[in-house]
């Protein structure tokens, strides 16, 4: 597998933008009180931009949408969602981008140098021959797939000195990775996170994701969980990114479980790695009983 590292001006103005909003559970706060402190205080037509563009964001689904597919890849942003948005909205969206175009660049003027430091050290590390193989082999093993695609881009987004995150929320090719101010020492942990959001991307819907399905067909909640605790026992700070990165492990693999479910579901998936096993039902049930679902 190989990875391109994208550095798009008009996808972080969108991520800002929908972040300040705060349209989504998802929004990360810390990033607003950031932004917020490093800003002159926003006007009354700023603040009815940022109500009206969560109004707007809030009618349509939670990702890959018609606006990720804009901001992050179209060519022409404004001609693409002109297109495709119906004209009162496509005016009021402009309108609000235009508002916040000022604020929105003190922001970037900050974060462009960090960036593309970030760019740099990753374009290094993450195309490492070696190292890619290991991890895409064992991930193939372990979900019983070979990865859809052979080429993902990673969109680098901004975020805040002591958090970082990532999604695979805009299409079929690529991720983001929110880690603008996010330490550089932090490299490989940047990586576990570029892998959990590649599995979500190029591994989970081949085999293990179907299968947790057929195992909850009337309740994808319970589904979703699952597969996301699965992806999270191996990056960023799961067995493989313990093991092939030097990651630190996790004390805890998600907010919902404790330390204990973190360490059963961390050794139950150990073992299947050890024993060069694919997931199956077994472990589904397994990992169901220790999360008590």
């Given at each position: 597998m190989k990875f391109s590292i994208i550095i798009n001006k008009l996808a972080n103005f969108y991520f800002f933008v929908q972040n300040l909003s705060e349209w989504h559970f998802s929004n990360q706060k810390d990033y607003n009180v950031l932004w917020r402190k490093e800003l002159?205080?926003?006007?009354?037509d700023e603040e009815d931009a940022l109500k009206?563009?969560?109004?707007?964001?809030?009618q349509y689904k939670e990702s890959r949408t018609y606006?990720?597919?804009?901001?992050?890849?179209?060519?022409?942003?404004?001609?693409?969602?002109?297109?495709?948005?119906?004209?009162?909205?496509?005016a009021a969206v402009q309108k609000i981008f235009n508002l916040l175009e000022n604020k929105f660049n003190l922001i970037y003027e900050k974060n462009l140098?960090?960036?593309?430091?970030?760019?740099?050290?990753?374009?290094?590390?993450?195309?490492?021959?070696?190292?890619?193989?290991?991890?895409a082999d064992a991930i193939s093993t372990l979900l019983n797939t070979t990865p859809s695609k052979s080429e993902v881009k990673i969109y680098l987004l901004f975020s805040a000195p002591n958090h970082t995150g990532g999604g695979a929320n805009i299409d079929d090719e690529s991720i983001s990775l929110e880690v603008s101010q996010y330490s550089l020492d932090g490299a490989n942990h940047?990586?576990?996170?570029?892998?959990?959001?590649?599995?979500?991307?190029?591994?989970q819907n081949q085999y293990f994701f179907p299968l947790v399905l057929k195992q909850f067909p009337d309740d994808r909640q319970k589904a979703?969980?699952?597969n996301e605790i699965t992806i999270g026992s191996l990056f960023p700070r799961g067995i493989l990114?313990?093991?092939?990165?030097?990651?630190?492990?996790?004390?805890?693999?998600m907010t919902k479980i404790n330390s204990e479910q973190t360490i059963r579901v961390s050794n139950l998936t150990k073992e299947y790695i050890s024993d060069q096993k694919s997931l199956d039902e077994k472990y589904i049930r397994a990992v169901a009983e220790i999360l008590k679902i």
């Open positions: 002159e205080q926003f006007s009354m009206q563009f969560k109004e707007i964001r809030l606006f990720e597919q804009a901001f992050f890849v179209a060519e022409n942003p404004w001609k693409s969602l002109e297109k495709n948005l119906p004209q009162n909205e496509y140098v960090l960036l593309n430091q970030w760019k740099e050290i990753l374009q290094e590390k993450i195309n490492d021959p070696a190292l890619t193989e290991s991890i940047a990586m576990g996170i570029i892998w959990h959001e590649t599995i979500h991307l190029c591994f979703d969980l699952i990114g313990v093991r092939l990165l030097k990651n630190k492990p996790a004390s805890r693999l």
